[in-house]
């Protein structure tokens, strides 16, 4: 769901003040860990008409907040007498700022290198984008970050973008993803507008391009990319790439973009130790206010997830939401219930995902990693590729051939949208979990 912008026509009242009676009445309603979870972080954005525009700090905030309490806070808002009788989230103002941003691509400005939590696998990573930060073009140029989703490659591009904007606000600076890369190239091309294109990604100081593997298999873009590329390079601008894997394994990419992508440093990032995972389940849990029932719940959790910190967050954001809605703490016994304890990848195989999927959604496992677009086998092959990806040490090209051959962007795709769908759907967080446990205890079923 794509958030609408903030209105720049706001209702004459001090919408401050409305919100904080609104708040109350919320406050009053619901359990506290509730409201402080998901209430307290919300912020009033503007009015018009008879909508009430809000803000969230995070996307995970914003969409559970709109899926689950909208209705809520419309009611709450309702007894305050006012004409405002609708809630929607918005974008926060200057979220399309261009030093920010490329493509529509918003920066989460809590993608800080403050709040980026350090650990072995991600030491390097982390020094390299802050010296390119504090000094563009004069360390490594290109810098090229690199390893699985949800490392942490995107908090470290943004982090840069973002140092860039409070720092050096004079330079020209743009954050875009390989994706909007290339949409706003196809764009460009069928507006005649390729040279407003250029302009944009040309005339820079630093470019920052999230998910380069994403120009694979298309000729137009990267031929768009290699010249965009070596205009910033020849200028001294600097580049900054991120990608799933090491350039010389983009083998669709043009054999002269991935030499490009090595003239400078290169750097892996590993998913983060149990220390690592300790530290950001602490942070997270202080941000949000959360009491822990006992002492070992936290390293209950860590153990329980360990492939990367996006998985653990939205592990931790599960927990949250079955503590807030069963009113129950945050404990090592409620964590045991909500996330299965993973095993390791060598003892769960591609094919018993598949079968164990393929179950739990009724149909065939040849439907399943079929052509077939029809909603159940799409959404059955969705969450078992990301099943497989999570649980096993397959490569992004290795799943999608045992996924009908597809490519890896397709895979990377469906990855997302599961990532995304765990956040914002319960039903769908809980049918993964429970796929997921049938996969540790084949004897429990998928059902």
């Known amino acids: 769901m794509v958030a609408n912008r903030v209105p720049d026509d706001p209702l004459n009242q001090d919408l401050d003040a409305l919100w904080r009676a609104t708040q109350k009445r919320l406050r009053a309603s619901v359990p506290e860990s509730t409201y402080r979870i998901w209430f307290?972080?919300?912020n009033v954005a503007g009015?018009?008409?008879?909508?009430?525009?809000l803000t969230a700090p995070e996307e995970r905030v914003r969409a559970w907040a709109e899926r689950r309490y909208a209705s809520l806070i419309a009611e709450a808002l309702a007894d305050s007498g006012t004409p405002l009788c609708r809630v929607s989230f918005a974008l926060p103002r200057g979220g399309d700022k261009d030093t920010a941003a490329g493509g529509g691509v918003q920066l989460n400005p809590q993608y800080t290198f403050d709040r980026f939590v350090i650990g072995p696998g991600n030491r390097l990573a982390h020094g390299a984008a802050l010296a390119v930060a504090e000094a563009p073009s004069e360390a490594y140029n290109p810098l090229f970050l690199h390893g699985p989703p949800g490392l942490g490659k995107t908090h470290l591009?943004?982090?840069?973008?973002?140092?860039?904007?409070?720092?050096a606000p004079a330079l020209s600076v743009r954050y875009a993803t390989a994706e909007s890369f290339t949409n706003e190239f196809v764009a460009a091309l069928k507006s005649a507008g390729a040279e407003g294109f250029k302009a944009r990604y040309r005339d820079l100081d630093v470019l920052l391009i999230d998910d380069v593997q994403f120009l694979e298999g298309k000729p137009a873009t990267e031929e768009e990319f290699f010249h965009t590329f070596n205009a910033l390079y020849e200028s001294g601008s600097q580049l900054v790439l991120s990608a799933d894997r090491i350039p010389s394994e983009l083998s669709t990419l043009a054999s002269r973009l991935r030499d490009r992508f090595e003239w400078g440093l290169t750097v892996a990032m590993d998913p983060p130790n149990l220390t690592t995972r300790l530290t950001v389940l602490r942070r997270l849990v202080e941000e949000a206010g959360v009491e822990i029932a006992d002492t070992g719940a936290l390293s209950e959790l860590a153990h329980r997830i360990d492939a990367n910190v996006r998985q653990l967050t939205g592990a931790l954001t599960r927990v949250l939401a079955h503590a807030s809605l069963m009113a129950r703490p945050l404990s090592s016994e409620l964590i045991a219930e909500v996330i299965p304890r993973t095993r390791t990848a060598a003892a769960t195989s591609a094919e018993e995902i598949q079968q164990r999927v393929a179950e739990g959604y009724g149909i065939s496992r040849a439907e399943l990693v079929g052509s077939s677009r029809a909603a159940t086998p799409l959404r059955a092959r969705q969450v078992?590729?990301?099943?497989?990806?999570e649980l096993t040490d397959l490569s992004l090209p290795q799943i999608g051939r045992?996924?009908?051959?597809r490519d890896h962007s397709t895979v990377l795709n469906s990855l997302r949208r599961v990532e995304a769908g765990i956040g914002a759907d319960t039903e769908l967080a809980a049918r993964v979990?429970?796929?997921?446990?049938?996969i540790h205890n084949p004897t429990r079923g998928a059902a």
Request: hydrophobic share 45%; proline share 3%; net charge negative.
């Open 40 to 42: 307290e972080p919300l």
């Open 157 to 167: 591009l943004a982090a840069i973008a973002n140092y860039l904007d409070a720092n």
């Open 384 to 389: 078992a590729i990301y099943l497989t990806r």
């Open 402 to 405: 045992l996924y009908g051959g």
């Open 47 to 53: 009015a018009a008409g008879d909508t009430l525009y």
């Open 433 to 438: 979990d429970e796929l997921r446990g049938a």
